[in-house]
């Protein structure tokens, strides 16, 4: 395994009279009732995450969570309170404000809730923008960002005024404006919320397919948990600026950690989510059946087997080595009991 | 998003139904019992002795005059200093006004002819909105040839178009260093709240003083008169940039630099063209009183005819002014509202361009047509229209037939209304006004606000002007009163409607473009001069934010509230008492606020026709030249407006945030 693109580790924004004091004379642990009691409002709390390369981590929380200005931490639009922040190895919180502007310029991108396209910009002039400000000449900058408006499907609209656009075109610019100096580091904070449902849909789709050309490492910053489950890796749940659990969606349905996670994640449609191997019972190696199931599959793509088929089903890996057997039960365990499978 | 959910504080002294009755009471106690035992109190609390005044007049005359005669600066005094800029002014004023007026006789250039440039104002409004505002434009600038006011209301015109982009400019820079520098922005907006409350007469003495009086004199002062709305329109315009523009400036990797000039400066546009529009009217309103100080064109006319009392001609320039005022708030209020479109590509340029083209067709056709017939630069004398006559027509008419009853009523509004509530207002102890507004203050926003309140009105009872300030206070109280009687229900009947508001809007935006000094005309014409005719000004001009805001806050009302009114049962009177009125009556106040803010810039010109309060004493400070006194009072005038509006945005901002309005 490679290092990790970007790392915290016990990262801390506290937002009070004064938070570096606060922190030191709590053994840069303070509990979360000493933080309210004394006034402070924690807004990241001792957090700490590796995200590796290629890798799409989403974290997801309720409003007032934390989880934009942790995002923020991470790229030093806020400034953390305590903690590190590694990208790529060196420490980004000691990083100068030319080192800084340096990094930004060639390794990140941003997209933002609500766009924050610059209004009196053309389409062409917002997604040149960031080569503008580092210095690229006209022609090479205005290639580019031809090349980035045609990746995200806007072709024909360079001359537009954001406001001539819809909010889904206007979110596709920032998406373009935020990938035209090929940043390493690609940073989403709820880039799709803003959309209405049927759009998101089509966002989301859009955003898998870029990342399946493109192979960045995201940090994808969101409320909802359906589009976490979707374009995740991992999820981090944070909840009071502290992560609750980390893990991928599978991990967090199946096994939560706190009753928190479990009530978020207690009416997630499990079928579409959970694979057979999470479910099956395990089973003493044997030649499998003809008609044996894949251990990754969706446990909704079996259902027609479990509902034909009185006999357990088994269940083989990519080999075709038999790894357990799925019977119905447990299956309708998994699906309809709240319980977590045992 | 922001970071975390702020916990409000949630108040742990909820009072009683008693005592929220008698909180207001209370605070007017201390002021009712001073005010009704005035007969007992010793002198000194009536009013400040002489012996105690402080000599803030003396002291700003020396001030003033050590740097108009002592302090140098090595080689040149101060008053060399701004003579020196003065001179520097003549420069930019001589080619704008070359230009559209009187042209470059040392190069035998002859100005613009009138047709170019209606032409160009034509093609300007065109090219902002619609060919309406085009019209509009192309046609007041023709009616100030055909109608004889060409001249006057170029030069006018000139010292507009010098004097805006420099105060604008000023301004600007002022507000880009308060938004870059807390320290600076902590420094410079109480002193733009002052400024901006400070009656135009105080910035002419002072500009008279260093100066001189004269035509550049009286640039000047509209210059330094249009800074402040500039520069605070530039912080607003500024802090009012979302958060996430400036993160995605930050994370394209803009320097502090490439972040100003990019993206914050691109991104307030629309705020920094509102506050253009604001510098222009300034202007323009500047330039007219300027007049005082020996400014030429429309305002000097219209002041030496008013003089002379010849109300038909005054008039006439009057509409020319105001004429002026319209194409100016149009064109620059277009200019703002406009927004970038996208062009269609692979056209010719002519298609792209197509306003710059037809400029140049202006340009050339008036200067082909000007060769062929004088007509065309400049309007002959003998074809001037006059429509004077018309307006002594109107006068005479009036006063014919309504000089009986106008006559009546402005006596028995002296007498049995002005006179009475005068000598209640003259009775006010100065302590019970400390008391009422330290106690007001205390109570709206602590101790903090009690003492910078009771401070402004300590500074007007120790200045020595006591009297003067309370005939003033007086006047003013009369003129809001009755701006809130007619207002109010004014306001209620256009909220009605969308179209009635709608109109209301359009009303209110044209008339407060004017420069507040044509509102003496029709009230010259109609009582003569006096308090009637000082109070009927006010309350015109006054009385515009009252309806502006009453409007604004009952169509502003939130939507889900009036219908859950409705589905309640309410009837429309219901409706309108129980839910819009409670709801609108914190932004009705701030409307209320503007209208006492309107009223006291108002009584301080209508010192032009005789009253006798504070206005009357910088009036007169004006003729002497004495910039101290002038100063003082204008600073008077400044506190009596601030201590009122400090009060009323206190109750305003405490009440919305009670009702979750904000």
């Known amino acids: 395994m490679s290092d990790p693109k970007i790392a915290c580790r016990n990262l801390w924004k506290l937002y009070g009279p004064d938070p570096a004091g606060f922190l030191k004379r709590h053994d840069g642990h303070p509990t979360i009732e000493a933080i309210r009691a004394q006034g402070y409002i924690s807004a990241v709390r001792d957090v700490s995450f590796d995200v590796m390369p290629g890798e799409i981590l989403v974290v997801m929380g309720l409003s007032g969570s934390g989880k934009s200005t942790l995002l923020r931490c991470l790229s030093r639009l806020v400034e953390p309170t305590a903690g590190e922040v590694m990208f790529e190895g060196r420490d980004m919180l000691r990083a100068t404000d030319n080192e800084l502007i340096d990094l930004r310029r060639h390794k990140m991108g941003m997209v933002f809730q609500n766009f924050a396209l610059l209004p009196h910009r053309t389409v062409l002039d917002n997604v040149a923008f960031p080569l503008q400000v580092r210095g690229t000449g006209r022609q090479e900058r205005e290639n580019r960002a031809r090349e980035v408006i045609e990746l995200v499907g806007l072709k024909g609209r360079e001359g537009y005024y954001p406001r001539e656009l819809s909010g889904g075109q206007q979110q596709r610019v920032g998406i373009a404006r935020s990938l035209a100096v090929g940043p390493d ?46 374009v995740a890796d991992r999820i981090a749940i944070m909840k009071d600026g502290a992560i609750e659990q980390l893990g991928t969606a599978e991990q967090l349905v199946t096994r939560p950690a706190t009753p928190y996670v479990a009530k978020f994640t207690e009416n997630i449609p499990r079928d579409r989510l959970l694979s057979v191997r999470s479910v099956m019972e395990p089973s003493a190696p044997r030649k499998p059946a003809k008609d044996a199931i894949r251990a990754d599959a969706l446990l909704a793509s079996v259902a027609r087997r479990i509902v034909t088929t009185e006999r357990p089903i088994d269940v083989v890996d990519d080999e075709g080595a038999l790894v357990g057997t799925l019977d119905r039960g447990s299956y309708i365990d998994a699906l309809y009991d709240q319980e977590p499978a045992r | ?19 929220k009755a008698a909180k207001p009471a209370l605070s007017v106690l201390p002021f009712l019992i001073l005010f009704l035992c005035a007969p007992l109190l010793p002198g000194w609390m009536m009013k400040v002795p002489q012996a105690w005044t402080i000599p803030f007049i003396d002291w700003t005359n ?119 520098k807390p320290w600076f922005e902590a420094a410079i907006v109480p002193v733009l709240n002052v400024l901006q409350s400070l009656p135009h007469f105080s910035y002419l003495i002072p500009i008279a003083v260093f100066i001189g009086v004269g035509h550049k004199a009286g640039t000047i002062a509209t210059i330094i008169f249009a800074i402040p709305p500039m520069a605070r329109l530039t912080i607003l315009g500024l802090k009012g940039i979302a958060e996430e523009i400036r993160e995605a400036g930050k994370m394209a990797g803009c ?58 001609q005054a008039l006439e320039s009057g509409v020319a002014i105001v004429l002026m005022a319209i194409v100016l708030d149009q064109l620059s209020r277009a200019a703002a509202e406009k927004q970038p479109s996208h062009l269609a590509e692979n056209t010719s340029w002519l298609a792209r361009f197509p306003f710059v083209s037809i400029a140049i067709a202006v340009c050339v056709v008036s200067l082909v047509l000007s060769a062929i017939t004088p007509y065309a630069s400049v309007w002959p004398t003998e074809w001037t229209l006059s429509t004077a006559p018309l307006w002594d027509g109107l006068v005479d008419w009036i006063t014919l037939y309504f000089f009986d009853p106008l006559q009546y009523f402005r006596d028995g509004m002296l007498l049995y209304v002005l006179i009475p509530i005068r000598g209640l207002f003259q009775q006010i102890p100065w302590t019970a006004m400390v008391a009422l507004v330290a106690v007001a203050g205390w109570s709206l926003g602590g101790w903090r606000l009690a003492l910078i309140v009771s401070g402004f009105v300590l500074f007007i009872a120790f200045a020595g002007f006591w009297e003067r300030s309370l005939i003033t206070a007086y006047m003013v109280t009369v003129a809001v009163l009755l701006c809130i009687l007619i207002g109010l229900p004014i306001g209620i009947w256009a909220s009605k409607t969308e179209r009635r508001a709608k109109l209301a809007k359009l009303w209110c935006d044209t008339f407060q473009t004017f420069p507040s000094f044509i509102y003496l005309i029709p009230v010259i014409m109609l009582f003569k001069v ?63 606020n503007q209208t006492i803010m309107f009223a006291l810039f108002m009584v301080i010109i209508a010192a032009f026709i005789g009253t006798k309060d504070i206005g009357q004493e910088i009036f007169r400070a004006l003729t002497f030249n004495d910039a101290g006194k002038g100063l003082v009072l204008g600073l008077c005038v400044a506190f009596m407006g601030l201590t009122a509006d400090k009060l009323i945005t206190a109750w305003s901002a405490e009440r919305k945030s009670r009702l979750g309005l904000v």
């Open chain 1, 185 to 230: 580091l690609w940073f989403l904070d709820e880039p799709f919320s803003a959309l209405d449902p049927l759009i998101r849909k089509e966002m989301q789709d859009e955003f898998l397919r870029l990342q399946k050309v493109l192979n960045k490492t995201i940090v994808f910053i969101t409320h909802d948990f359906d589009e976490a489950i979707r």
């Open chain 2, 1 to 19: 998003m922001s970071a975390v959910a702020m916990e409000r504080p949630t108040r742990a002294d909820a009072p009683g139904a008693f005592a």
């Open chain 2, 62 to 180: 020396a001030f003033i005059d050590h740097l108009r005669d002592d302090a140098l600066f090595g080689l040149f005094s101060f008053r060399d200093f701004t003579r020196w800029i003065a001179e520097l002014i003549t420069w930019p004023l001589a080619l704008v006004e070359g230009l559209l007026v009187s042209g470059f006789p040392a190069i035998g250039l002859p100005a613009m002819p009138w047709v170019m440039t209606a032409g160009l104002c034509g093609v300007l409004g065109w090219s902002l909105r619609d060919w309406r505002l085009g019209a509009l434009a192309a046609g007041c600038v023709a009616y100030m040839a055909i109608f004889g006011k060409w001249e006057l209301s170029m030069i006018t015109l000139s010292v507009v178009l010098v004097a805006a982009p420099i105060a604008g400019g000023i301004g600007f820079l002022l507000g880009i260093l308060a938004v870059k």
């Open chain 2, 255 to 312: 320097t502090r630099f490439q972040m100003l000039w990019m993206v914050e400066i691109p991104a307030a546009r629309q705020a920094l063209l509102v506050g253009v529009n604001q510098v222009i009217m300034q202007c323009l309103a500047m330039v007219v009183i300027a007049s005082f100080v020996g400014a030429r064109g429309l305002g000097h006319d219209l002041l030496f005819r008013l003089q002379s009392l010849k109300i038909g």
């Open chain 2, 530 to 592: 006096g308090d009637v005719a000082a109070i009927s000004a006010i309350i015109i001009y006054a009385m515009i934010p009252t309806i502006r805001y009453t409007v604004f806050g009952l169509r502003n009302v939130p939507q889900d509230i009036v219908e859950a009114g409705i589905t309640s049962g309410c009837t429309q009177r219901q409706l309108l008492w129980n839910i819009r009125m409670p709801l609108a009556f914190p932004e009705i106040m701030l409307g209320i």
